[in-house]
């Protein structure tokens, strides 16, 4: 008899409903708990917003604590968004996996603070890495912060009901600003390891030569790739169409002199690009494996021939609605989703659902992961921060560095941050954050004897997770086909840009043009003819907790069916699934105002480059932010009484609360408002997070290791904090090759001559 479906309670909020929509595309019955009113969002986007967000769901209206305790005493999960946690109605419940989201987490001085994705983004320091360096920061569309606390939440539901199984449920304390300052790329690293706070970039990635760039009839993401090959594809390209200036000059050639004049190229690259419409130049630079996509807005999503083909898109009453982030189970795609009607399931509170078992715990309370093996052949980002986000909670994750093909965040210059010489392959801030907590093992792959190697591990590992263009591990003699014969229980995870099938599967895909194609990109900016764009690594870092995700999904799949799977992400269907309600309610660039509420946005304070977010959800809201600025006349004065006279009288509300702003200290500022309970944050940079940010310091979130070369640093701590299985940064990330003899003895069981003849080889390093 098969065990029945995992039950979700949600009792919602807008950092919680992503996760019971994913939670809905795992397979899961997700139970939404209304009041009698209904959910707000069936009130928001003429009830679009509720059709994205809760559709498949199911819908329960109690009229007493003693209804909704009773669908909890039969729930495996619940996804609670409220402020206080509903503790009336969870006491004794030592079966349940209880998720608390809240925009600052459960403990610390400012866990009382109202929070809103505008007010999250900037004080988790997101705010401070997108937008024009001498201009305002820019907030990423489609509430980014909302929605990676709402993987967080998934994933540390998973991890929760994995830790049932040798004991008690527990609680999960997921802070959305944590999963915002743990989802910056470089932002804190380089203050961390080379004390040093990078402006806005503006249109200009800030490490790797990529950039957005005009079209004739729209925009470009794209550069000058990452490596030889590229440049000179590149400067073919242009050479063959007389378009390429100085380029073909032999200091050209030289990586280090391009950056040190980057500009310059990019100008030349422009004049050139500017000639053509996007999706041609994507086409003919695809055609040369030069990593180029159109910036396309949601509206034109439903024309890319990629997601088509991979069946990447629903249907929500009839129309079609975004997808989800991998095909799950064994490829399984969801078609349809119903929208419930309010209270439609209300039988639900009534039935005796048998209570799962809870058993004593067997051992001493161990990371949730524990005793999971994962073999990790990612490299840069996105997969390294997959495989990160696993051995925070306990994997024992084996690095695979290839000697033939090594991880550009180990040893490539512009990448490499660290207060030392930027040659040393251990010192690397970047690469140093992103593998804690890993094994490492130098195997040259290029050769019989690595490859056979590799199987011997993958025999003895439960995941194989890689991030390579979609062949590589077909020539390789790895594809699925193979390793299933080599380990029928494994859970294989490729992480692609574009997915293993489809028209655009050999497309070269970085983080920049992910973001392009999936119309994050299209959306950030202050109006259609001025984008600013997604110019750091957000669609990696998506693409990486996704990625996590569907690991542990497939791993509760296993222990359910003794069936491994191949979940084959793609990245551009990851960062599309966090697009939100853009594709049934289509919209532009906007800047940081919200289609409902008003004032939101961001004002200049005190001091340079200091900000301040604020965000009035409603006419309460308003009037006490009147009070605050000493402006009570303004909260009866018909021109902004209401949210809808605010929005047509823009000019005079931001420039009373410009006025106010521009005297005050951001963080004083932000205290006088949240003192009268408006949601108000300083926008922080790295700095701020790491010296200064007295949240993050009383919930531990920076944490200290000792790494054997680059020394002692601060590491970002795991956002997800589950309180009987917990997670952490147990050690520093490795030295190359460290646990090269160790890893094949124990887990591939090689003997010591074997491994003696393979050094000699040079298979190993």
């Known amino acids: 008899m098969s065990n029945p479906a995992v039950r979700v309670v949600e009792l919602s909020s807008p950092f919680t409903r992503f996760a019971g929509r994913l939670l809905v595309g795992l397979g899961h019955e997700v139970v939404l708990v209304e009041p009698e009113e209904g959910d707000a969002t069936r009130r928001e986007l003429n009830g679009d917003a509720f059709a994205h967000w809760h559709a498949g769901k199911r819908s329960v209206t109690p009229k007493s604590p003693g209804e909704l305790r009773r669908l909890l005493e039969g729930a495996d999960v619940l996804l609670d968004g409220t402020p206080d946690g509903a503790p009336e109605v969870v006491a004794g419940l030592d079966h349940l996996v209880h998720i608390r989201v809240t925009p600052f987490g459960t403990v610390g001085p400012r866990s009382h603070w109202q929070g809103t994705d505008l007010v999250v983004a900037a004080l988790g320091g997101m705010l401070a890495q997108v937008g024009d360096p001498d201009g305002p920061p820019l907030r990423l569309p489609e509430n980014q912060a909302e929605q990676l606390a709402g993987v967080h939440a998934a994933i540390a539901a998973l991890l929760g009901l994995r830790a049932r199984r040798a004991g008690p449920g527990q609680l999960a304390d997921v802070s959305a600003q944590a999963c915002v300052a743990a989802a910056l790329e470089a932002g804190t690293l380089a203050y961390l390891h080379e004390d040093r706070v990078p402006a806005r970039p503006g249109r200009v990635h800030p490490l790797v030569p990529h950039g957005l760039f005009q079209a ?57 690009a500017g000639r053509w419409p996007k999706a ?10 030069l990593p180029w996509a159109a910036v396309d807005l949601p509206q034109e999503m439903s024309d890319n021939p990629q997601l ?34 309010l209270g439609a399931d209300r039988r639900l509170l009534h039935e005796r659902r048998p209570v799962p078992r809870v058993e004593a715990a067997r051992e001493p309370a161990r990371p949730a992961l524990h005793g999971l093996r994962v073999l990790d ?19 024992d994750v084996i690095k695979v560095e290839s000697l033939g093909r090594p991880d550009p965040t180990r040893f490539a210059p512009f990448m490499h941050l660290s207060r030392g010489a930027h040659t040393d392959p251990n010192t690397n801030g970047y690469f140093n954050e992103v593998n804690r907590n890993k094994r490492s093992l130098a195997l040259d792959t290029r050769t019989e004897d690595g490859i056979a190697v590799l199987r011997d591990l993958i025999a003895s590992c439960d995941v194989l997770v ?15 086909d193979t390793l299933r014969e080599i380990n029928p ?38 109006g259609p003819d001025d984008v600013v764009g997604v110019i750091y690594g957000h669609g990696d870092i998506v693409a990486g907790l996704q990625a996590a995700l569907a690991t542990l999904a497939a791993l509760e799949h296993r222990e359910q069916t003794g069936r491994g799977q191949h979940i084959d992400l793609s990245q551009l269907e990851a960062i599309a699934s966090h697009l939100g309600t853009s594709l049934l309610h289509p919209s532009e660039p906007a800047g940081n105002t ?18 301040l977010a604020v965000s009035v959800r409603d006419d309460t809201e308003w009037a006490a932010l009147c009070t605050a600025i000493g402006r009570p006349d303004l909260a009866t004065d018909e021109r902004t009484r209401t949210a809808q006279a605010r929005r047509r009288h823009t000019d005079l509300v931001d420039d009373a609360l410009a006025t106010w702003a521009r005297s005050q200290p951001a963080d004083a500022a932000a205290e006088v408002l949240q003192a009268s309970g408006v949601p108000a944050g300083a926008v922080q940079d ?56 160790d890893v094949l003895r124990d887990v591939a069981g090689l003997p010591p001559e074997r491994i003696r003849r393979l050094r000699e080889r040079g298979v190993l390093r």
């Open 216 to 272: 004739a009839d729209g925009y470009l993401g794209g550069g000058l790739g990452g490596s030889p090959r590229m440049w000179d594809a590149l400067l073919d390209w242009l050479r063959e169409e007389g378009a390429e200036g100085d380029l073909a000059e032999p200091r050209w050639q030289d990586p280090v002199e391009r950056k040190k004049h980057q500009d310059h190229l990019f100008e030349v690259v422009q004049d050139f």
């Open 280 to 289: 041609r130049f994507a086409e003919l630079a695809q055609a040369r494996k």
């Open 308 to 341: 088509a083909a991979r069946d990447f898109f629903t249907r929500v009453r009839g129309r079609t609605d975004l997808g989800f982030p991998f095909a799950f189970p064994e490829g399984h795609r969801i078609k349809e989703l119903d929208v419930p009607d």
């Open 377 to 395: 052949l990612t490299w840069v980002l996105a997969g390294p921060y997959c495989t990160k986000v696993l051995a925070d909670h306990g994997a």
């Open 466 to 480: 890689e991030n390579f263009s979609a062949t590589v591990m077909t020539k390789l003699g790895l594809g699925y």
């Open 489 to 526: 229980r494994l859970v294989y995870v490729s992480m692609s840009g574009m997915g293993h099938t489809g028209p655009r599967s050999g497309w070269v895909s970085y983080a920049d043009t992910v973001s392009a194609s999936s119309g994050l990109t299209g959306l950030t900016g202050w």
């Open 594 to 611: 919200h289609p409902q509420w008003s004032p939101q946005g961001v004002y200049r304070c005190l001091g340079a480059d200091r900000w």
């Open 686 to 741: 790295g700095r701020d997070l790491v010296e200064y940010d007295p949240q993050l310091r009383a919930r531990g979130f920076y944490v200290r290791a000792e790494h054997p070369v680059a020394g002692a640093f601060l590491h970002e701590g795991p956002p997800v904090r589950l309180t009987r299985t917990p997670g952490g940064v147990r050690k520093a990330a490795p030295v190359l090759g460290a646990d090269t003899d």
